[in-house]
C-alpha cells in the first residue's frame, strides 16, 4: 500500500494540479450555458459536479504497468463544456507512454513523484527532449507527437496532466499505425522495410484475446 507520506504527497499535488487548469489553452466551443447535461440525466444536484475515480489512487498498491486514469467529459459527464480535463498517469520502472498525441488539446504535464524522460515533436521534425524531477512541468502543445518514458529501473513515477478540452482525445501512434487494419504492403513502402517486418510488427501490438 502507499505510504501516509507518499498519500500526503499525492494529495497535494491533486489540489495543484487542480489550480493550472486555468493555465491551459481551452480548446472547446463556448457554451450558451453554465453547463452542459446529458440527455440521460434527469436531476441535477451536488454529484453531477463529483468525480470520485481517483479515490483509489488515494491508497493505491503501486503501479505494475503504465496506468492512465482520466477525468475526461466521458468519465465525468459535467467536464462537457468546461475546457478542463485531467489525468493521472503511473509508470512502473521501466515503462512508457508510447509516442501520442492529443488533437484537441495542449497538455501541461506535472511530475509528482520519480524522474521521467519527455519528449515532443514539433511540425519541422525538431524533437525536443527534458529529463524531469520532481516538481517539474512540461508543456505538450496540441496536436504535437509526445512521449514519456521512466528509465528509472526500480522505482515508479507518478504525474499529473492538465487539458484544455473536456475531451482532449489520444491518437496512439503504435495503434493507430499498426492495429487498425492498414495493408502491410503499403506500411512496408512508408517505412521502407519488408512486409514480413510490418507482419511482426503488428503481431507484437496485437492484444492477446480473452
Known amino acids: 500500500m502507499a505510504s501516509p507520506a507518499f498519500k500526503h504527497e499525492f494529495f497535494i499535488a491533486l489540489v495543484l494540479a487542480l489550480s493550472v487548469f486555468q493555465m491551459t489553452s481551452a480548446g472547446d466551443p463556448d457554451i450558451t450555458s453554465d453547463f452542459v447535461v446529458p440527455p440521460n440525466v434527469t436531476a441535477v444536484d451536488g454529484n453531477f459536479f463529483t468525480f470520485t475515480g481517483m479515490r483509489a489512487l488515494i491508497s493505491m498498491d503501486l503501479s505494475t504497468a503504465f496506468k492512465v486514469t482520466k477525468a475526461s467529459a466521458a468519465e465525468f459527464p459535467a467536464l462537457n463544456g468546461q475546457s478542463v480535463s485531467m489525468a493521472v498517469l503511473e509508470y512502473s520502472a521501466g515503462s512508457v507512454s508510447p509516442p501520442h498525441m492529443h488533437p484537441r488539446a495542449s497538455e501541461l504535464h506535472f511530475l509528482l513523484y520519480g524522474s521521467l ?46 487539458f484544455g478540452s473536456a475531451s482532449a482525445g489520444t491518437v496512439s501512434l503504435p495503434s493507430s499505425v499498426f492495429t487498425t487494419g492498414i495493408d502491410s504492403g503499403i506500411l ?17 501490438l496485437t492484444p492477446p484475446k480473452a
Do not use: C, R, W
Open 117 to 162: 524522460e519527455v519528449g515532443v515533436v514539433d511540425t519541422a521534425n525538431k524533437l525536443f527532449t527534458q529529463t524531469l524531477q520532481s516538481g517539474d512541468m512540461f508543456i505538450f502543445p496540441k496536436g504535437l507527437v509526445h512521449y514519456q518514458y521512466n528509465a528509472n529501473a526500480t522505482d515508479i513515477a507518478i504525474a499529473f496532466s492538465a
Open 188 to 204: 512496408a513502402k512508408s517505412f521502407k522495410t519488408t512486409v514480413s517486418t510490418i507482419e511482426a510488427l503488428k503481431l507484437g
